[in-house]
């Protein structure tokens, strides 16, 4: 190996370990470590993707009524025995 090939590849070996870390840390991809799947630096500027369903989609609107109507009752008949005492 002559002394310039040996050069470049101390040279490239160089810049790989300085250029690694700064690319692997400003991409701003989600990561996974340990099983964990973690955000991207950027999370908190993102724009918001979620967008909440139209009261027409909710598919379980008279489970929802009925459940909103046992609940009132409940309220009402321990109101009715505070009453009472």
């Known amino acids: ?14 810049a790989l370990v300085l ?6 840390c400003l991409t701003g991809c989600q990561v996974e470590v340990a099983g964990q799947t973690l955000p991207s630096p ?4 993102d724009d ?10 909710f598919k379980l609107s008279r489970e929802a009524a009925a459940m909103q109507e046992q ?4 309220i009402s008949q321990q109101q009715a025995a505070a009453q009472g005492n």
Do not use: R
């Open 71 to 74: 609940k009132e009752a409940i």
């Open 42 to 45: 950027y999370y908190l500027t």
């Open 19 to 24: 250029v690694w870390p700064a690319v692997t």
């Open 1 to 14: 190996m002559s002394q310039t090939t040996a050069k470049y590849s101390v040279a490239w070996k160089l």
């Open 48 to 57: 918001v993707q979620y967008y909440a369903p139209a009261p027409s989609e």
